[in-house]
């Protein structure tokens, strides 16, 4: 899980630095979990993709908050 963690660590880094491709990795490795968490109350694809769009956005104006070891979740 560590190893995860500095993955994900890099990738924010990355972005910060404007490496728009890292927030790409990002949403690879989250977009998965995020649509079937969103699919289990939804169960509309429309709003699961507009729900799934919208936190990715909001995730990436906050990146500058994020502390890393807290857990990009």
Request: aromatic share 12%.
């Amino acid at each position: 899980m560590e190893g995860e963690n500095s993955d994900v660590e890099a990738l924010v880094r990355r972005v910060l630095k404007g490496d728009s491709g890292a927030f790409e990795g990002l949403i690879a490795r989250y977009q998965r979990t995020l649509w079937m968490l969103c699919a289990y109350s939804l169960h509309n694809r429309t709003e699961i993709a507009e729900t799934v769009d919208a936190a990715f956005i909001k995730a990436f104006f906050a990146l500058e908050s994020y502390e890393p070891g807290r857990g990009f979740e």
